[in-house]
T-cell receptor
Framework: NAGVTQTPKFRVLKTGQSMTLLCAQD?????MYWYRQDPGMGLRLIHY???????AKGEVPDGYNVSRLKKQNFLLGLESAAPSQTSVYFC???????????????FGPGTRLTVT | GQQLNQSPQSMFIQEGEDVSMNCTSS?????WLWYKQDPGEGPVLLIA?????ELTSNGRLTAQFGITRKDSFLNISASIPSDVGIYFC?????????????FGTGTRLKVLA
């Protein structure tokens, strides 16, 4: 049981380049999230999805797009990378069942992105 | 965006000592989560709290959901070197079932052997 996995683990981009980050979960979770983590800022929500085919904006969505074509995958895209997008990106997921575990969110190992 | 106030920001302790940290918010929460993050890794869920006043343990870790629903506390007893890392709190506001988690900025723990 792999939980939440992310690819790639590291990436260096030049300003203006594009890339896609992949998140996959094998827990049959409905909800998936993308966060970025910057020093001293905690985790900030970029986009999230409440189910296959749905996406919504979080608190810092500008410069990013997402897609949830399959329940187990959540993709984060950067169309034209900027140095301000240098960060560590985390994917997370949670179930939607009506139990206490409903609120438990599980994270992937992260993708470290540098934009030069 | 809104963030939780988490304190202390960092702490050095001797191996074997007990550790306490807390999170406070200006708004009430219906869930508190505590995570630990090791260098180069993602946050790992330690404890989840669902009711005001609830006290939950996970090994040497004990967390409490504050009565006012605006704060939570995490205690680590008899610390060991592998407790080193960053501890984050996260809260979820009513109404039930909303997607949004608010994260603290973390407490960086360093344990001196």
């Amino acid at each position: 049981n792999a939980g939440v996995t992310q690819t790639p683990k590291f990436r260096v981009l030049k300003t203006g380049q594009s890339m896609t980050l992949l998140c996959a979960q094998d827990m049959n979770h409905e909800y998936m999230y993308w966060y970025r983590q910057d020093p001293g800022m905690g985790l900030r929500l970029i986009h999230y999805s409440v189910g296959e085919g749905t996406t919504a904006k979080g608190e810092v969505p500008d410069g990013y797009n997402v897609s949830r074509l399959k329940k187990q995958n959540f993709l984060l895209g950067l169309e034209s990378a900027a140095p301000s997008q240098t960060s560590v990106y985390f994917c997370a997921s949670r179930t939607d069942f009506g139990q206490d575990e409903f609120y438990e969110q599980y994270f992937g190992p992260g993708t470290r992105l540098t934009v030069t | 965006g809104q963030q939780l106030n988490q304190s202390p920001q960092s702490m050095f302790i001797q191996e074997g000592e007990d550790v306490s940290m807390n999170c406070t918010s200006s708004s009430i929460f219906n869930t508190w989560l505590w995570y630990k993050q090791d260098p180069g890794e993602g946050p790992v869920l330690l404890i989840a709290l669902y009711k005001a006043g609830e006290l939950t343990s996970n090994g040497r870790l004990t967390a409490q959901f504050g009565i006012t629903r605006k704060d939570s506390f995490l205690n680590i007893s008899a610390s060991i070197p592998s407790d080193v890392g960053i501890y984050f709190c996260a809260g979820q506001s009513p109404p039930t079932g909303t997607y949004k988690y608010i994260f603290g900025t973390g407490t960086r723990l360093k344990v001196l052997a």
